[in-house]
């Protein structure tokens, strides 16, 4: 199995580099503009709640907007030279560890993302066609991890992994230079509703963290000076100030 995985991962990356992911490191081309998804019901968080299912040993997580969940996705741009990325995110304190990662600062999130110019899930074939590389546009997890980023209009970035640095990553990691991990977890959407399912195990068994819920506008921006993948609009926090205040039900 970890040979499947390896396979795959060096497949996989070298279609993303012949698709732009090589510019990652100072890209020349020119900046694109910064431009959000329109805000609209689809976006609007109405609750969150992370249940834990002794039944099934997996924890729920599930996050309820005001329109239908899922059903407002980006328009590509073309390339990685500034792809759009919308996502619905769990912030949480978990520890890096605890999902794999090293120990490094940072809130680990589940990010449910959809980005129709790029498919960072390379083991996973999201809209059931056996091409694993075309799926990107398919809401679907990973697991992150953010680091305040005073660079992007929303504060946060997805950490990066400097040049040299012994990065810790969870195998079924999609191989790009950041703290991501494409863990293909399942996502139902439901109406208003979208729900990941978490097998306890995939946390290290912690049922305690706390949490909060997060719609947002994140861009590609393959630039010196720029993050990776940045946070440029912020359409709402659940809490209202990203202070994590939920637990697990």
């Known amino acids: 199995m970890q040979r499947f995985i390896q ?16 510019g990652f490191a100072g890209q020349q081309d020119a900046r694109p503009e910064i431009t959000p998804v329109p805000k609209s019901a689809n976006l609007e968080l109405v609750g969150a709640k992370v249940s834990r299912r002794e039944d099934i040993g997996s924890l729920v997580f599930e996050m309820k907007v005001k329109g239908r969940a899922g059903m407002t996705v980006p328009k590509a741009k073309g390339g ?3 792809a ?12 890096p560890t605890d999902v794999g990662f090293g120990k490094v600062d940072g809130i680990v999130a589940l990010a449910v993302t959809s980005h129709p110019d790029f498919d960072d899930t390379p083991l996973w074939d999201e809209n059931g066609d056996r091409d694993l590389g075309n799926d990107g546009v398919v809401y679907h997890p990973h697991w992150v991890v953010l680091v305040p980023d005073e660079r992007v209009p929303g504060g946060l970035s997805v950490r990066e992994i400097a040049e040299n640095e012994d990065a810790t990553l969870p195998p079924t990691n999609p191989g790009m230079p950041m703290y991501m991990d494409s ?13 990941v399912i978490v097998p306890t195990w995939r946390v290290s068994g912690n049922i305690d963290f706390k949490f ?9 921006m393959p630039h010196d000076g720029l993050p990776l993948l940045g946070v440029y609009e912020v359409y709402q926090v659940l809490s209202g100030d990203l202070s994590l205040p939920y637990q697990v039900d």
């Open 183 to 195: 863990p293909g977890f399942n996502v139902v959407l439901d109406g208003d509703t979208l729900r």
């Open 212 to 220: 909060d819920a997060v719609t947002a506008y994140m861009q590609v």
């Open 80 to 82: 990685m030279n500034g």
């Open 84 to 95: 759009p990325v919308l996502a619905h995110v769990f912030p949480t304190t978990l520890a």
């Open 7 to 22: 396979h795959s991962l060096a497949v996989t990356m070298l279609s993303l580099v012949a698709c732009g992911l090589s």
